[in-house]
T-cell receptor, first 112, second 113 residues
Framework: KQEVTQIPAALSVPEGENLVLNCSFT??????LQWFRQDPGKGLTSLLL?????REQTSGRLNASLDKSSGRSTLYIAASQPGDSATYLC???????????FGTGTRLQVFP | DTGVSQNPRHKITKRGQNVTFRCDPI?????LYWYRQTLGQGPEFLTY????????KSRLLSDRFSAERPKGSFSTLEIQRTEQGDSAMYLC???????????FGPGTRLTVT
């Protein structure tokens, strides 16, 4: 059974810092892993999707990596801005199902 | 290209009442998913459809919950005899194909008093 955990649960940093959010999964036989952003009371916005055959994906200031052997993914945010403040969720999809298994998220606050 | 839409956005109901939510996926997306999210938690899978067919249901989906996608386009999620524990955000997502990237709607926040 796939389980996904995210550390830390909350993070507060000053504007301009580079930061790393961590995501761990128990079943290395994943098909892909997706990172989302969620603003308070809102739905989820897809940020990056990494297929199992890929090592990383980049979009603007965001870079996500995937290491299946260690059961880890990281989301790197460069030069953080107050507008990056939100909850970041990772979700894993296994081969035998089309459902996403989510972590509990990292709540990020970037202060000016 | 409009995104996934959900209606209503908010619903307040009294315990014991029935409620129905609607989800309109991105056009041409043949897969549609329902998730539930409680405060401080990640979303939990409820069920998903490929066109009209309901392919998988979570054990979270008790007998009081039913989902349909009658014409393979929009979907409805009905909760009968609501309980306070049903209070949550109900999220809908769609994807173009199986195992593809899922795109989420804004959610319907249900409060059961």
């Amino acid at each position: 059974k796939q389980e996904v955990t995210q550390i830390p649960a909350a993070l507060s940093v000053p504007e301009g810092e580079n930061l790393v959010l961590n995501c761990s999964f128990t079943d290395s036989a994943i098909y892909n892993l997706q990172w989302f952003r969620q603003d308070p009371g809102k739905g989820l916005t897809s940020l990056l999707l990494i297929q199992s055959s890929q090592r990383e994906q980049t979009s603007g200031r965001l870079n996500a990596s995937l290491d299946k052997s260690s059961g880890r993914s990281t989301l790197y945010i460069a030069a953080s801005q107050p507008g990056d403040s939100a909850t970041y969720l990772c979700a894993a999809k296994s081969y035998n199902t089309d459902k996403l298994i989510f972590g509990t998220g990292t709540r990020l606050q970037v202060f000016p | 290209d409009t995104g996934v839409s959900q209606n209503p956005r908010h619903k307040i109901t009294k315990r014991g009442q029935n409620v129905t939510f609607r989800c309109d996926p991105i056009s041409e997306h043949n897969r549609l998913y329902w998730y539930r999210q409680t405060l401080g938690q990640g979303p939990e899978f409820l069920t998903y459809f490929q066109n009209e067919a309901q392919l998988e249901k979570s054990r979270l989906l008790s007998d009081r919950f039913s989902a349909e996608r009658p014409k393979g386009s929009f979907s409805t999620l009905e909760i009968q005899r609501t309980e306070q524990g049903d209070s949550a955000m109900y999220l809908c997502a769609s994807s173009l194909k199986g195992l593809g990237e899922q795109y989420f709607g804004p959610g319907t926040r249900l409060t059961v008093t």
